[in-house]
């Protein structure tokens, strides 16, 4: 057993005050917790921050939400405004982990949360992220591929990222608010943005400065047209996404006007699917239109040996929402 410290954040500023190398914030732990038990993460001190940000949704310039990074996940996904304005992410939020999970998880928790790879997880492994420059498992034949990247993933790594409702904010646009030791002014992260691509250093996930507080996320006003999520999993509860799919999309007179699209469990950040927007906008809003939006998108893949049915899966998922969404 390792021991540690522990300290309560009263607010953002002691929280970001409290960071040292080799410390780390602690949300409900759902996550951290875990690693630190698996060996994975092995902070010398943790910062409580359940009380260093906003524990409340409020209601954001022009129509939009201001979502506290403390907000638990099952409190966002029963927010009637969220439920009735931004359905993409209440189904995201209720589609992850289960109620026991969802009522400690918290909302900047749940953005950080790290791979669930079995060789990050598994000390006895070669990873990358875990250990920079000791390789990567992944990559050995026969390595157990299922879960893994099949967009945008490099040499070094092919975790995937495995938060659902981070896929939803990245469809949604929404912008997350940080503050750090050195500036102590807020800045706001645009989404896609936060997560970043593995290129030759795994080991960031984001692009977070070390001590680097997440504050809160806002979501614009609601997008015009029709969202849902949509995820694959292997179990009904309980499991992370194989892929899923945050769709918005408005058509009018049979014609896409516009789209807003994001996959989960395929890269190493929620991956917008700029390709397939464009393919479709201005199309008649029909199943070959989709069909060519998702084949658009797809052409990017490289699947490592033992995960290409994720390609199809996406393909024919994406198509899916969207014919749901046009019906
Ligand atoms: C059995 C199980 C099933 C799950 N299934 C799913 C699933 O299907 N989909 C899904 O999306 N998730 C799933 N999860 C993951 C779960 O959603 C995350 O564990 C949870 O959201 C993390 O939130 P937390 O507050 O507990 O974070 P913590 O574990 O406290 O922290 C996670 C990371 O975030 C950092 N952190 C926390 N708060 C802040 C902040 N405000 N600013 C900066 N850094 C911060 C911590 O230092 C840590 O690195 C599952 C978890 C379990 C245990």
Redesign the pocket.
């Known amino acids: 057993m390792r021991s540690f410290a522990y300290t309560r954040a009263a607010d953002g500023h002691e929280a970001v005050a409290a960071y040292r190398q080799g410390a ?11 690693l630190m038990r698996l060996g994975v ?1 092995t902070p010398d001190s943790l910062i409580d ?1 359940t009380r ?2 906003s524990g409340q949704v409020d209601d954001g310039p022009g129509g939009g939400l201001l979502i506290g ?2 907000v638990r ?1 099952s409190e966002l996904a029963a927010d009637l405004r969220v439920r009735e304005r931004y359905p993409v992410l209440a189904r995201a939020v209720l ?4 109620w026991q ?2 009522n ?3 909302v ?7 791979t669930r790879c079995p060789y990050f997880q598994d000390v006895l492994t070669a990873c990358n992220k875990r250990r920079p420059g000791s390789g990567c498992q992944a990559m050995a034949p026969g390595a157990e591929t299922a879960n893994l990247a099949i967009l945008g993933q490099s040499a070094a790594c092919a975790a995937t990222h ?5 896929v939803a904010l990245t469809a949604l646009g929404a912008t997350v608010h ?1 503050c750090g030791p050195d500036s102590r002014e807020e800045r706001g992260i645009p989404m896609p943005g936060l997560h970043r691509l593995p290129e030759t250093t795994p080991e960031r996930d984001t692009v ?1 400065a070390p001590g ?4 809160a996320v806002e979501l614009p006003p609601p997008p015009p047209g029709r969202s849902t999520y949509r995820k694959v ?1 292997e179990r009904a509860s ?4 194989l892929v899923s799919v945050a769709a918005v999309l408005e058509v009018a007179d049979g014609t896409v006007t516009s789209s807003r699209l994001a996959l989960g469990g395929v890269a190493h950040a929620p991956w917008r699917c700029h390709a397939a927007e464009q393919a479709m906008r201005g199309e008649p809003a029909t199943a070959d239109t989709y069909a060519g939006a998702a084949e658009a998108e797809l052409a990017a893949a490289r699947p490592l040996p033992g995960n290409e049915y994720k390609v199809t899966l996406a393909r024919n998922l994406i198509a899916a929402v969207l014919e749901e969404l046009t019906s």
């Open positions: 780390a914030y602690l949300g409900g732990g759902t996550n951290l917790v875990d993460a921050v260093a940000t990074a403390a996940n589609d992850g982990a289960s999970v969802r400690m998880a918290t900047g928790g749940n953005l950080l949360q790290r495995p938060s659902d409702m981070a940080v977070l680097e507080l997440i504050t999993r309980f499991a992370f996404a």
